[in-house]
């Protein structure tokens, strides 16, 4: 637009100085030079248009921005606080949403996913700009990415995860979800694990890594462990305080889980890794988990057990441990756990157990034993 208006300007800049020249030629006028045209005259006008356009140009950008003011008071005067329409944001900074909210964006609206899951639908254009690319509809938003609503679209975001952090920009509404009731921003309805995270979560078995994370590819160490295991026990207070003249080397009294560490080998759920060691921070392995929950159902509520299942038919059932094979057969009969490949049985007693599968475990062991 500038470039344009300049160049016309200097267009009858040019013209003036041909006639002027043409002028001064047919009069035979020698105070007008060739010279005084190209040094001095051509100079001056194109600086007079470049001046001009300039000048025209801060009109039109004065004009556009008082309309623009005038449209974001306008949207601001309109906004609520709750659900509904006519809410306004002036910039994409986050926002923490709840499982089950809808948020619809209308043409020229902006938003970005920062972490969560989250899903768009729309009936015309909704832009990645951060790829240049369109989206079609029903795909998930991809994190950090950022995306516009096209003209004449009308699109909906719904959050799939417990929560999401995401901002919008520019008028919007919302209808508040049902909620999932779970806080997590990285455990979405969709994913595997996510009904066994919520039975931990909301029977106090598990609290999450921070407010807003359970962390489900975490690892999971034998210290959160005896800690859960005493959630699943009643929380017994009593036990807690007779359990206290238990030591470890490894073990500090200042430390979290010292109390629930010894608790668990008071009860004789657990005897340790060594005859003065625990190690607290050691990861557990799919063996391990089976193996405690084995001595805690035996030893600590005093069950009987069910014969196991015939686990030959298992690979690498030579490596599980001599000490794990009769709590891995039980918890298989069981349906504790189950194999890890969909294309031949496969225990992985010795792979490392994070959170998500621990969750998933714990929560067939309360349904089928408790």
Request: glycine content about 12%.
């Amino acid at each position: 637009m500038k470039r344009s208006v300049i160049r016309l300007l200097c267009g009858v800049g040019i013209l003036l100085v041909m006639a002027c020249g043409a002028y001064a030629l047919a009069t035979g006028d020698s105070l007008v030079t060739l010279s005084y045209i190209k040094n001095t005259f051509i100079p001056a006008a194109v600086e007079q248009g470049t001046q001009a356009g300039n000048e025209k140009l801060q009109e039109t950008y004065d004009s556009a921005k008082k309309t623009l003011d005038a449209l974001q008071q306008g949207y601001q005067g309109g906004a609520t606080s709750g659900s509904g329409s006519g809410s306004y944001s002036a910039t994409l900074q986050a926002r923490s949403w709840t499982g089950g909210d809808v948020i619809e964006l209308t043409t020229g609206s902006g938003t970005m996913l920062m972490e969560g899951t989250a899903s768009v639908t729309h009936n015309g254009a909704f832009i990645d700009v951060t790829t240049g690319t369109e989206v079609a509809s029903g795909t998930q938003l991809t994190a950090n990415q950022r995306y516009l609503v096209g003209e004449d679209t009308l699109a909906k975001v719904t959050i799939l995860s417990g929560g999401a952090s995401l901002g919008v920009q520019g008028g919007y509404s919302y209808t508040q979800g049902s909620g999932t009731g779970l806080p997590f921003y990285d455990v979405s309805s969709g994913d595997w694990y996510y009904s066994s995270v919520e039975y931990v979560y909301k029977n106090k078995l598990f609290s999450g890594m921070d407010e807003h994370h359970f962390g489900p590819y975490a690892a999971m160490n034998r210290a959160m462990l005896m800690t859960v295991l005493y959630q699943i026990a009643g929380a017994p207070e009593q036990e807690l305080a007779e359990a206290s003249i238990i030591s470890f080397d490894d073990v500090a009294e200042s430390d979290w889980y010292a109390p629930y560490v010894k608790w668990g080998a008071a009860q004789g759920i657990t005897a340790g890794t060594g005859e003065r060691t625990f190690s607290p921070q050691q990861q557990v392995t799919r063996e391990q988990v089976v193996a405690l929950l084995y001595s805690f159902t035996t030893n600590y509520l005093g069950l009987e057990v069910s014969q196991g299942a015939d686990l030959s038919g298992y690979q690498e059932l030579n490596q599980a441990s001599d000490w794990a094979r009769e709590a891995l057969s039980w918890a298989v009969g069981e349906g504790i756990v189950s194999g890890t490949s969909t294309e031949a049985p496969t225990l992985s007693p010795r792979s490392s157990a994070n959170r998500a599968e621990v969750a998933t475990m714990l929560r067939s062991y309360a349904e089928k034993i408790l």
